[in-house]
């Protein structure tokens, strides 16, 4: 018998301000048409002032502890994954365990930005595999408008703000692919890309938060090879094939990217979760948040089979099998 990684719920949260395409021309040269015919975003969601990543962190895992039927009581490890964090330091994830009532385990954050998502769940997934966590809280929250150069219409129509989360539970069995739980994930990061997408600035170097800087078309460019690498890896490791994929939730970055992954696997349309639409690029919110919205709307049923795949700034970039 192994340990497995099952979900035992999920959440989400978005901040209440809508910023349509149609808001962002009247100060900028720029036009919803231009922005849907290249990335395939129409709104976004911007967090109030005063509301920070912590906020929107703590809602979407209250909401999925309330879907798990757990307590904070319950939880042996929170996993946040952020690249903006409320502070320098501590961790994000702190403040998440704090406000929930949570006193023992552990909390940290890792940061590997549209990816992140990905990570965290490798990580909480080893921990439970490795018996050193039961039941752990993966959380993937942003603020990315804090972050964006609103003159520099390149980047900052691509970006939203939100949190989503899940709870995973270890629970026994036979390790099968068909057996519920993560079959498997798999992570990756190339420091040598550095230039195509960073934020240019940081406590070490200029002291100061600085803004996204992105060469998008260098970055589509790997995106489509480096998460196809990750969508075989994953499939190869279990045995299995892209006809076996029920679900693809992947991270929303542009609608382009995302249906060029969906022809590679030969999924049709209605088996792809779409967001990027209505949230934008929510860095690593962006993949719960989706997985959210697609069980809410009970597309997602139990036994399907699902595979999320990111990259991110770094570059990093990653795929996880999830049996739901």
Not at 132 to 140: C, E, K, M, S
Request: glycine content about 10%; aromatic content about 6%; charged content about 20%.
């Amino acid at each position: 018998m192994v340990l497995r990684s099952q979900v035992a719920g999920c959440g989400s949260y978005l901040p209440a301000r809508v910023v349509s395409n149609a808001d962002l021309a009247k100060t900028l040269d720029t036009s919803d048409e231009w922005i849907v015919q290249r990335t395939g975003i129409r709104e976004r969601r911007i967090a109030a002032e005063g509301e920070y990543t912590s906020d929107l962190a703590l809602n979407a895992a209250q909401a999925a502890l309330a879907m798990a039927g757990l307590q904070a009581d319950d939880i042996d490890l929170i996993v946040c994954a952020t690249s903006t964090p409320d502070e320098t330091f501590p961790a994000t994830a702190t403040q998440v365990q704090a406000r929930l009532g949570m006193t023992r385990g552990a909390a940290f954050d890792v940061q590997a930005v549209c990816s992140g998502f990905v990570f965290g769940l490798a990580v909480a997934d080893n921990f439970i595999r490795a018996g050193q966590a039961g039941t752990a809280l993966v959380i993937g929250a942003e603020t990315f408008s804090r972050i964006l150069d609103w003159e520099d219409r390149s980047t900052c129509v691509l970006f939203g703000d939100g949190a989503g989360a899940v709870v995973l539970r270890g629970v026994e069995g036979n390790g099968g692919a068909t057996q519920r739980g993560i079959l498997s994930t798999h992570i990756y990061s190339d420091g040598r890309h550095h230039d195509a997408l960073y934020v240019d600035g940081g406590p070490s170097t200029t002291g100061t938060v600085g803004h996204v800087r992105m060469d998008g078309r260098e970055v589509f460019r790997h995106a489509v090879v480096r998460m196809a690498e990750a969508i075989d890896t994953a499939l190869e490791a279990n045995g299995l094939t892209p006809g076996d994929i029920d679900w693809l939730v992947p991270h929303q970055a542009n609608r382009r990217i995302i249906d060029a992954m969906a022809r590679r696997l030969n999924l049709p349309e209605d088996r792809v979760i779409v967001t990027v639409d209505r949230h934008a690029n929510t860095s690593a919110a962006s993949i719960p948040l989706a997985l959210c919205q697609a069980v809410t709307e009970e597309k997602i049923r139990q036994g399907d089979l699902i595979l999320m795949e990111a990259m991110g700034g770094g570059f990093t970039w990653g795929s996880a099998l999830l049996r739901w």
